[in-house]
């Protein structure tokens, strides 16, 4: 079940949202086994239209639990500056819930590690990636989440000093 944020005033617009997971460049992704026991762990990811693409090796606890329970959530943690004077932190985050599957087809596991690679090696070649993609591919998985619900937060020092991330990227 999904709660409403108690604090709506400091809740990020989806665009907002969108523009955090952009930016990101790790997260952590939530998943729990038949048994609830939960596992989290951190992930290279990329959002495109309403969904994240991760990869990991074909074999693995964290496929074995996925093959148990496709349901997870992915935190990427936007701002974090610690202000010990103040006695807060100065953070802005976004949370995202969905279901999670693997890519099977080939096209679609292609496409999901090319946009990956893209995100994180802008500046390469596409020869180049598509190398590093074809040596990898026999051992690759790919996964894609689907976002069905998301969520944004930043600090009330932010909103209040208007920094959020609408004025301060605009």
Request: net charge negative.
């Amino acid at each position: 079940m999904i709660h409403k944020l108690r604090r709506s005033r400091q809740a990020l617009s989806p665009a907002e949202c969108a523009a955090v997971l952009e930016r990101g460049t790790s997260g952590v992704l939530a998943l729990s086994d038949s048994q609830g026991q939960p596992y989290a762990m951190p992930l290279s990811f990329v959002h495109v239209d309403g969904k994240l693409y991760f990869h990991c090796a074909k074999s693995g606890y964290k496929l074995e639990i996925l093959a148990e329970n496709a349901k997870a959530s992915f935190c990427v943690i936007d701002q974090d500056e610690i202000k010990p004077e103040e006695l807060t932190t100065y953070f802005r985050s976004v949370i995202l819930f969905g279901t999670i599957r693997v890519l099977e087809d080939d096209e679609e596991k292609r496409s999901a590690i090319e946009k990956l690679t893209l995100k994180y090696a802008p500046e390469s070649s596409p020869e180049r990636r598509a190398a590093a993609i074809d040596r990898e591919w026999d051992r690759l998985c790919m996964w894609e989440f689907q976002v069905e619900h998301m969520s944004g937060k930043e600090a009330i020092e932010l909103v209040k000093k208007g920094k959020g991330v609408g004025n301060q990227f605009d």
